[in-house]
């Protein structure tokens, strides 16, 4: 009668399935091959080839990058907030990376933009929020489109003074600028028109009169400020060309 290792208790490990004979069979070659044998392929991948290779007998840190390689088109999976598989991210059947929809959450680090190839296959960029927090729309290929920010004008500024983190105007481009301001209880909405000599500009608004006056010198918008006891909040929507 032959015996068959499959113990937990047995040195083989668990699930081992390794079979010798006994005392008194014969034919052990034949025996000792199939045993053999069985050792080859005892690579955990179900339970008659040993065990599958539990997350605790992985030491941590251990698997290392060249280790780890996914199929297509087969998503990475994080465990979520109640502890249930969730698809995260995967690199799809057109070689594209792929968030899940069910995620759709995608943060760039700041001041790097979201790109788009263009028909050429060159990226361009899209939009990105900059280092003063201002939201630009803008491409290499065709300088700054669009930039929306939102600024503090100070109270009682007499002198001329650079609107903050406004991205002077260059040589030959022009703007024009949808803005609404808050000062106090007050608000006014325009528009700015700065030409592409950098000198002049044209100002429609309505609204209440909240005391700041724009102007322009060599591409810098400037603005002053009358003494009402409150600053001015201004939100621009900038439009170069």
Not at 6 to 16: D, E, K, M, P, Y
Not at 54 to 59: E, H, T
Request: charged share 20%; proline share 1%.
């Amino acid at each position: 009668m032959s015996k068959t290792l499959n113990s937990s208790n047995s040195r083989w490990g668990a699930g081992s399935g390794l079979t010798f004979p006994v005392n008194g069979e014969k034919n052990w070659d034949v025996w000792v091959e199939t045993a053999i044998q069985a050792l080859l392929d005892h690579d955990h991948s179900t339970n008659s080839k040993g065990e599958e290779i539990s997350n605790a007998a992985i030491a941590a840190d251990t698997i290392t990058a060249d280790k780890l390689l996914f199929n297509n088109n087969t998503y990475l999976r994080w465990k979520n907030s109640s502890a249930v598989a969730t698809n995260v991210i995967k690199l799809n059947a057109s070689d594209q990376f792929e968030v899940d929809p069910d995620i759709a959450k995608l943060i760039l680090v700041n001041n790097t933009a979201l790109q788009s190839d263009d028909v050429g296959g060159t990226a361009r960029n899209l939009i990105h929020i900059d280092a003063s927090d201002a939201v630009e729309i803008s491409d290499a290929n065709v300088g700054q489109i669009v930039r929306l920010q939102k600024e503090t004008l100070a109270d009682n500024t007499s002198s001329a003074t650079d609107v903050p983190d406004f991205a002077v105007l260059g040589t030959d481009e022009s703007a024009f600028i949808f803005y609404s301001i808050d000062r106090g209880n007050d608000n006014q909405m325009g528009q700015l028109w700065i030409d592409e000599d950098n000198s002049n500009i044209i100002e429609e608004c309505a609204g209440d009169d909240v005391g700041v006056t724009f102007s322009v010198v060599t591409g810098q918008l400037k603005y002053t400020t009358t003494s009402t006891g409150n600053a001015a909040t201004i939100k621009m929507t900038v439009i170069r060309g």
